[in-house]
């Protein structure tokens, strides 16, 4: 079975660019999660989307944006690319949209470079 | 604003040591999760602690949830090349109905043959 898959694996934007980056949760998975991991640091929740609503939302600006489509495919879409913004974008899938207590499964995240 | 600190932040030892990783907080979490995380993969769980005081097992690591679900602790014992990664808790607030976990910064750890 194919685990979470993302796209693009590596990319590179200058700052004021616009990014979307994609995930696939394990099918059956109806929860997609995102976080950010910067170098040196534990991944950071940004949103987290359950049978296509939102169901949480980290300390973000409003730059940051997600969906989830029908399939529970989703997208995070980042305007206006800052440096900071450089990071590893992980995607989670999980069974359940409630209290964390279940196990997310993690891409292998969307490398985002910003120059 | 609930946080969780690791430590230590950098671990290098030799084969055969055993070693343990702290994770703390003033904040309770109802439940507190292990992640290994190897270079250009996503976090992979370890285990989850649900109840104060569980003590769960996996091989050679143990996994301790404190008795007032502010604190875990991870120890290895016989250290492995194999066991070479980023260790990372994560923990789910006690008023969270989402799916949101909080990590701490990692414990990055080098087992040198």
Redesign the interface.
């Known amino acids: 079975d194919a685990g979470v898959t993302q796209s693009p694996t590596h990319l590179i934007k200058t700052r004021g660019q616009h990014v979307t980056l994609r995930c696939s949760p394990i099918s059956g998975h109806k929860s997609v999660s995102w976080y950010q991991q910067v170098l040196g640091q534990g991944p950071q929740f940004i949103f987290q989307y359950y049978e296509k609503e939102e169901r949480g939302r980290g300390n973000f600006p409003d730059r940051f944006s997600a969906r989830q489509f029908p399939n529970y495919s989703s997208e995070l879409n980042v305007n206006a690319l800052l440096l900071g913004d450089s990071a590893l974008y992980l995607c989670a899938s999980s069974l359940f949209g409630g209290r964390a207590t279940g196990e997310l499964f993690f891409g292998e995240g969307s490398r985002l470079t910003v120059l | 604003t609930q946080l969780?600190e690791?430590s230590p932040q950098f671990l290098s030892i030799q084969e055969g040591e055993n070693l343990t990783v702290y994770c703390n907080s003033s904040s309770v979490f109802?439940?507190l999760?292990w992640y290994r995380q190897e270079p250009?993969?996503?976090?992979?769980?370890l285990v989850?602690v649900?109840t104060g005081g569980e003590v769960k097992k996996l091989k050679r690591l143990t996994f301790q949830f404190g008795d007032a679900r502010k604190d875990s602790s991870l120890h290895i014992t016989a250290a492995q090349p194999g066991d070479t990664g980023l260790y990372?808790c994560?923990g789910?607030g006690p008023s969270?109905?989402?799916?949101?976990?909080?990590?701490?910064?990692?414990t990055t750890l080098q087992v040198k043959p």
């Open positions: 969780l690791q109802s439940s999760q250009g993969e996503g976090p992979v769980l989850t649900v990372l994560a789910a969270s109905n989402t799916g949101k976990l909080i990590f701490g910064q990692g």
